[in-house]
């Protein structure tokens, strides 16, 4: 992110408003259209809900948590949170 003098880009009069709400300080604009959803650029959000489908289609065809959390290496709290997710679905 590169920071611009506010002074050299807006007209005198955008300034004058913005100084009514935040008279000194940092400003943060956001890119037009936004921010982009947690994981989306690195695909690590995929990969976790693909796992986590994995390991309710793992428990539901019979295979225990101890065994799941063993194999996964993941804490058994862990897979009860995946677990319960797919309940609310």
């Not at 604009?29 to 986590?52: A, H, M, T």
């Not at 948590?65 to 009860?80: A, G, H, M, N, Q």
């Amino acid at each position: 992110m590169k920071y611009e003098n506010a002074d050299n880009i807006f007209p005198e009069k955008l300034l004058i408003e913005i100084r009514r709400f935040m008279p000194e300080g940092y400003v943060y604009i956001s890119p037009k259209g936004g921010r982009k959803e947690w994981g989306s650029v690195s695909g690590q959000k995929s990969e976790l809900e693909k796992r986590n489908t994995e390991i309710y289609e793992e428990y539901h065809a019979g295979k225990s948590v101890d065994t799941i959390s063993e194999e996964r290496y993941l804490s058994k709290s862990s897979i009860y949170r995946i677990l319960k997710q797919f309940e609310y679905m």
